[in-house]
């Protein structure tokens, strides 16, 4: 009986040369590991919540065309439909508890198992954190943390009881850095990166696999799809405010191409022991981030950030 994806491979003779159709080479699946038989899906299974648009898309098609089975969702999604790029779409809204499960099901039923999950939905509310409503606070949460949180509860059983998996929540560089005017933003994603970090002690033992993407500024959808918190635009921060927005947007305007993240994760998935934290975008950014946050005394580091958003 054929035990895991690599010797699959290893029994088929099947070559990574072969074109998207193909299976994924042996050595760049290692990290994908059964205890127990696999499905008759001979592919990684991968689910990536958000796939719509900008990076989840990205992600979706490109590791499709690397011959992983990929089914992406979106809330407006018709029911299990080929999306333009090539991988299956299923109808998901990551707020809702019924529509999470009977989404994860649909693919646990149809593939027999679930490898990889992305954790990728998310939007953006922005305004001073006095300004925004503790109801605008909590629909932040919502998408961004409680919505993770309910895929991995979701899908958890599945991999334990399998003893494989692997779960990569999409965090943010401004989940390491707090990002003025995006307070309730940068929030959402300190606690996607508490629970992710406390998440991976946890599943170890048990086979599962848990990782945090951390993107800088990407060209995709996100600010056009973005929220301002109602007051923002009124009241004492009101220029702040929109000399904030204007720096949000020049950055992912000029951000990245999601591409990069979609390598990035490719990585992570044929990775043997994933790091917690891969930092992905301009290297101006993560070096921010990183290293520079940890050395500069914090009042200086925050007028370099204020002063990068036009804010001091
Ligand atoms: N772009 C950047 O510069 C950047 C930087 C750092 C981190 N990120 C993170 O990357 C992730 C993707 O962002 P993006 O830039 O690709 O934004 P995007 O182009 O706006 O895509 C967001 C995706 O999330 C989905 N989504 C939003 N709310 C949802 C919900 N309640 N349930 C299910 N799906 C939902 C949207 O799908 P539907 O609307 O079709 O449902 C869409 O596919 C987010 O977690 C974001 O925080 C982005």
Redesign the pocket.
């Known amino acids: 009986m054929i035990r895991s994806h690599a010797e699959f491979i290893q029994a088929n003779g099947s070559s990574w040369e072969n074109g998207p159709d193909s299976h994924p080479p042996r050595r760049r699946i290692r990290g994908i590991r059964h205890r127990n038989p696999p499905s008759v899906q001979s592919k990684p299974v991968v689910l990536i ?10 992600c979706a098609e490109y590791l499709h065309s690397r011959g992983y089975c990929v089914y ?6 018709q029911e299990d439909v080929a999306a333009p790029g090539g991988f299956r779409m299923i109808e ?5 508890e019924e ?1 999470v499960q009977r989404g994860v099901q649909l693919v646990l039923t149809r593939e027999g198992v679930l490898d990889v999950v992305l ?6 509310v922005a305004g001073a954190v006095e300004d925004t409503s503790i109801e605008e606070a909590r629909q932040q949460f ?3 943390f409680f ?1 993770a949180l309910r895929v991995c509860r979701a899908v958890l059983p599945a991999m334990r009881r399998r003893g494989s998996g692997l779960i990569v929540n ?6 390491l850095v707090a990002l003025p005017f995006q307070g309730l ?1 940068s929030a959402s ?1 300190f606690a996607l990166e508490g629970m992710t970090e406390a998440l991976r002690m946890e599943v170890r033992p048990h086979g599962v696999r848990v990782a945090l ?14 929220r301002a918190a109602r007051d923002a635009p009124r009241g004492v921060y009101r220029q702040r405010f929109l000399n904030a927005l204007a720096a949000m947007e020049r ?2 305007s000029g ?1 990245a191409d ?1 591409q990069l ?1 979609a390598r990035t994760l490719e990585r992570i998935i044929v990775a043997r022991a994933p790091r917690l934290r891969y930092k992905v ?1 301009a290297w101006t950014q993560r070096f921010a981030a990183g290293w520079l946050r940890k050395v500069l005394p914090q009042r200086l580091f925050e007028r370099l950030m204020m002063a990068s958003y036009g804010v001091g």
Not at 72 to 77: L, N
Not at 92 to 96: A, G, L, R, S
Not at 119 to 124: S, V
């Open positions: 919540t958000g796939a719509s648009s900008g990076i989840g898309r990205a992406g969702t979106s809330r407006k999604a998901m809204d990551v707020t809702e529509s954790n990728n939905a998310g939007d953006g919502e998408t961004n919505g999409v965090s943010s560089l401004g989940g933003y994603k993407l951390e993107p800088g500024d990407f060209h995709t959808g996100f600010t056009s799809a973005g950055d992912e951000g999601p993240v975008g």
